[in-house]
Nanobody
Framework: QVQLVESGGGSVQAGGSLRLSCDATGKRTSTNCIAWFRQAPGKEREGVAAIYRDAMNRDASTTVYGDSVTGRFTISQDNAKNTAYLQMDSLKPEDSAMYYC????????????????????????WGQGTQVTVSS
């Protein structure tokens, strides 16, 4: 049974930073592709970032980002804790949304990236979400 629990959301002024965490429990191979999505009221769920953990080389990982956050957000993973992080810098009011952690089992970083580009429906495991609010 895979469970994902997000934390770290909150309210911040524009230009500020937040770090979100996603704690994953369950079979590690089921969560070797972890992604962050966000959804604002009235909008579709949008891909923020994804990371693939290579089981054969724990120092290797593949990351991919949505266009709107490239250069401002950084996704990373602590393999020892099976926790993924989303460091969000230079936050803008349009970044306000519910942020969700999602996971899947994939064979490679290329497949993980393709799932991320394919959208939220390509991920089977989801957390409950954490709210991020950025004020101007």
């Amino acid at each position: 049974q895979v469970q994902l629990v997000e934390s770290g959301g909150g309210s911040v002024q524009a230009g500020g930073s937040l770090r979100l965490s996603c704690d994953a429990t369950g079979k590690r191979t089921s969560t070797n592709c972890i992604a962050w999505f966000r959804q604002a009221p009235g909008k579709e769920r949008e891909g923020v970032a994804a990371i693939y953990r290579d089981a054969m080389n724990r120092d290797a990982s593949t990351t991919v980002y949505g266009d709107s956050v490239t250069g401002r957000f950084t996704i990373s993973q602590d393999n020892a804790k099976n926790t993924a992080y989303l460091q969000m810098d230079s936050l803008k009011p349009e970044d306000s949304a519910m942020y969700y952690c999602a996971a899947e089992s994939t064979m490679s970083g290329l497949v993980c990236s393709a799932r991320f580009q394919g959208g939220a429906s390509r991920f089977g495991y989801w957390g409950q979400g954490t709210q991020v609010t950025v004020s101007s």
